[in-house]
């Protein structure tokens, strides 16, 4: 079992942080909180922040943290990735920066850069998004990151062996399966696939909303901005998340969703689809 308990945050890079602000609130609905000219930082919830966009050409993802309870299971998890060979670094001075209390990071299998921490800044000043969105977060964490990884047997090795996420299923179509890994309750918080064509690269990151009809309301706002609709309104057939994709101004995509499905570890069996949706989620 892993020590990782969700998704915390995801770090961007982006050429473009006007559009990043202009898209992070008008379109998915989060708060606008940078500091600085230099990062975009946004927040989905009680967190202080959950997304910071860098000003940045080099490589799209610039870290994902993963958040651990606390010092006890950072101090854990730092000996589970020594002992596998990894080179973990404790970084106070990261730390710092991202607002938490205690902060170690490595690489993945792809060269991603993962921040593992614990004791996230909680402000006074309540949330409040600009479109009136909730988001699904709490102990399910931030929703989820889908990555294109350029070799299956390593990701698998340092995500389900090393750090210890859980599979919770696999959809095998046209050639490829993509795994679907949980930390807590939320269906994954992590899904890859191996596709030469893409990878190493984020594919998309998931927020999910609290009522369908801010699905619909976002789908009409997109819609009336022009940006970029990647995959229609459907259902997958794992998750049963209702959702869409669209373009992000990072380069990937983000999934809009509803009603997610939970995961009991103590009946939960793998299954593998042969397809990724029951309706819908045409892509051009
Ligand atoms: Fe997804």
Redesign the pocket.
């Known amino acids: 079992m892993t020590e990782v308990v969700g998704l915390g945050y995801l770090g961007l890079n982006a050429t473009d942080l006007d559009a990043w602000r202009s898209y992070g609130t008008g379109v998915l609905g989060l708060q606008d909180v940078s500091a600085d000219d230099q990062t975009v930082l946004l927040r989905a919830d009680e967190r202080g922040w959950r997304f910071a966009i860098h000003q940045g050409e080099v490589g799209e993802v610039a870290y994902v943290g993963w958040e651990v309870a606390n010092s006890a299971q950072l101090d854990a998890l730092g000996r589970r990735l020594a002992a596998a060979g990894v080179a973990v670094i404790h970084d106070p001075d990261c730390a710092a920066a991202r607002g938490v209390e205690g902060l170690l990071r490595c690489t993945d299998s792809d060269g991603h850069r993962l921040e593992f921490f614990y004791g996230a800044l909680v402000p006074k000043d309540p949330f409040v998004s600009p479109r009136g969105i909730r988001f699904v977060t709490g102990d399910l964490g931030l929703g989820?990151v889908?990555f294109f990884v350029t070799d299956l047997a390593q990701a698998k090795r340092f995500y389900l062996d090393v750090l210890g996420f859980r599979l919770s299923d696999t959809i095998e179509f046209t050639g490829r399966k993509v795994h679907f890994l949980h930390v807590n309750p939320r269906h994954?918080s992590l899904?890859f696939v191996e596709n030469d064509k893409y990878a190493p690269a984020l594919g998309?990151f998931?927020l999910e909303v609290t009522d369908i009809d801010d699905v619909g309301r976002t789908l009409d706002e997109v819609d009336a901005r022009g940006v970029p609709l990647t995959e229609t309104l459907g259902r997958?057939t794992n998750d049963l998340?209702i959702?869409f994709f669209m373009k992000n101004p990072s380069g990937s995509e983000v999934?809009y969703?509803y009603d997610g499905r939970l995961v009991d570890d103590a009946t939960w069996r793998v299954s593998n689809y042969d397809s990724t949706s029951l309706w819908g989620h045409h892509r051009d």
Do not use: L
């Open positions: 989820h889908f994954h899904a998309h998931m997958h998340a959702s999934e969703g």
